[in-house]
């Protein structure tokens, strides 16, 4: 077998959902699979060994912020990746491609990572649903949910302050840009605050891109044969070919202009890029349907190992539907298929449904931090209520059950909401431990449901019994 081989299982009758098997050199990875984000080699809150108990199958980390901190060179005298986290599991690699968008356009227009990826959807609900303040008003210190334009429209790979500070910040409730949890502390403040114009921190040409590092002002050069190497040094398994992703406010022609180079820079990927390494190609061309096509089929005509859909997904989740509507059905069938940074739990069953393979996200991880805890629809979960609680609501102060009475993860048989309520509220460290556990947990038996329904034949019966519809 070449550095990754991948296997249909099983076609769902009434939509075209599959399971599949995705084999690498470090292990398999059973399909449908959110894909957890360890955007700095580690899952924000927990060691390997709870990735490991877990039964987590793989892990999504960063390329640009690994190469600044510790270093790729470092991490492969260190063996790789694998060896330095202690996780002897498939790793999935991104290229670097998305800071062009969450260093650059995403900063200079005060847009932020944080909160939900769709504006319009934002707009018809008023509020920001991953990073509701208090009084309604959303936002941090970096520059998020500004003036009802919420665009973190692929919540890829950044896992919360990294991005914005090179993962200086430490996950803690203050500098967790975790002003939903207080609104009256610094963070709330600030978000009050009109946000000022922030620097661009990329400059993107055709050769590459270069970025200047928040954390000593130096500038980095990023092009498809640096990407290759900094991944081949990482030893990941499945890397990403070198892209630049573009913002949901990029117009058409520049659009066009970034995927055109993005299709270069896949050819060079294809060149330079390791060969023990199975690399995905990128489709991008934003919200246009000529652009997907075209993308579509420049990608798939290469060899890559597997195709990921990447770049502006669109203004709602609508627009997100109808870009799958014009990509899926142009792939080929024995690829496998991973949409970047989507991983809400209405969206895993739409995008299943039209033929994705595998996704990542830091949602169910994040939300765990600023106290959203994930419950199943037996116990309240909806659409409605994006599957979660809000455990730092003074109604859980004395609530004896657990976050969700049919979870089985090590959380919720030991502990209530009320000890996690206590444990937010007085900003205890390892409420952040234990509500991660929980959601990705959560996450992952999520997953493996879907697989299963898929197995039985009762794919459309799950979704219809999660999502409520009649
Ligand atoms: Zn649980």
Redesign the pocket.
């Known amino acids: 077998m070449g550095a990754l081989s991948f296997e249909i299982l099983k076609h769902d009758k009434q939509s075209h959902a599959r399971i599949g098997l995705i084999k690498t050199r470090r292990g398999d990875i059973e399909t449908p699979y959110l894909v957890p984000v360890a955007t700095l080699g580690s899952v924000r809150a927990l060691g390997s060994d709870d990735l490991q108990s877990l039964g987590a199958q793989c892990t999504l980390a960063n390329t640009y912020h690994l190469h600044l901190m510790p270093g790729d060179e470092l991490i492969k005298r260190m063996g790789g990746l694998q060896r330095f986290m202690g996780l002897n599991r498939p790793t999935f690699t991104d290229s670097g491609g998305f800071q062009a968008f969450s260093l650059g356009f995403a900063r200079e227009h005060n847009i932020g990572k944080i909160g939900n990826i769709f504006p319009d959807e934002l707009a018809s609900n008023g509020r920001c649903a991953n990073a509701k303040s208090a009084s309604g008003k959303d936002g941090d210190s970096s520059g998020i949910c500004q003036d009802g334009i919420y665009q973190d429209f692929r919540r890829r790979y950044d896992d919360d302050c990294a991005g914005e500070n090179d993962g200086k910040k430490i996950g803690i409730m203050h500098n967790d840009n975790c002003s939903d949890d207080n609104n009256n502390d610094r963070e709330g403040r600030r978000a009050k605050q009109k946000p000022a114009k922030k620097e661009n921190l990329t400059r993107i040409t055709d050769d590459g891109i270069s970025f200047k590092s928040l954390s000593d002002g130096a500038w980095h050069f990023l092009n498809a044969e640096k990407s290759m190497k900094i991944q081949s040094n990482l030893g990941s398994d499945i890397i990403m070919a070198f892209d630049e992703c573009t913002s949901p406010l990029s117009d058409y022609d520049y659009t066009r202009r970034a995927m055109q180079r993005s299709h270069v820079w896949a050819d060079q990927s294809i060149r330079y890029h390791d060969k023990d390494q199975a690399l995905y190609g990128i489709i991008q061309g934003g919200w246009f349907e000529d652009l997907r096509r075209e993308s579509t089929e420049a990608i798939c005509a290469q060899p890559f190992d597997g195709i990921a859909i990447g770049g502006s997904l669109g203004n709602s989740k609508l627009d997100m539907h109808q870009v799958l509507d014009w990509t899926v059905p142009r792939l080929d069938e024995n690829r496998p298929r991973h949409l970047l940074g989507i991983g809400e739990i209405d969206d895993i069953f739409e995008c299943v449904a039209r033929g994705i393979d595998t996704f990542d996200c830091v949602s169910p991880t994040r939300i765990a931090r600023r106290g959203s805890l994930l419950i199943s629809p037996e116990a309240g979960g909806s659409k409605d209520n994006k599957f979660h609680i809000n455990i730092k609501s003074a109604k859980f102060k004395e609530d004896r059950l ?3 009475p049919n ?3 090590s ?3 030991t502990y209530s909401r009320a000890y996690l309520h206590h444990l937010y509220v007085s900003r205890e460290l390892s409420y952040f431990r234990l509500a991660t ?2 959601n990705l ?2 996450m992952l038996r999520f997953m493996e449901e879907i697989r299963e329904s898929i197995r039985t034949g009762t794919f459309a019966a799950m979704k219809v019994r999660w999502l409520r519809m009649t």
Do not use: M, V
Request: glycine share 0%; charged share 15%; hydrophobic share 25%.
């Open positions: 657990p976050i969700d979870c089985t993860c959380t919720c048989r556990l929980h947990h959560f």
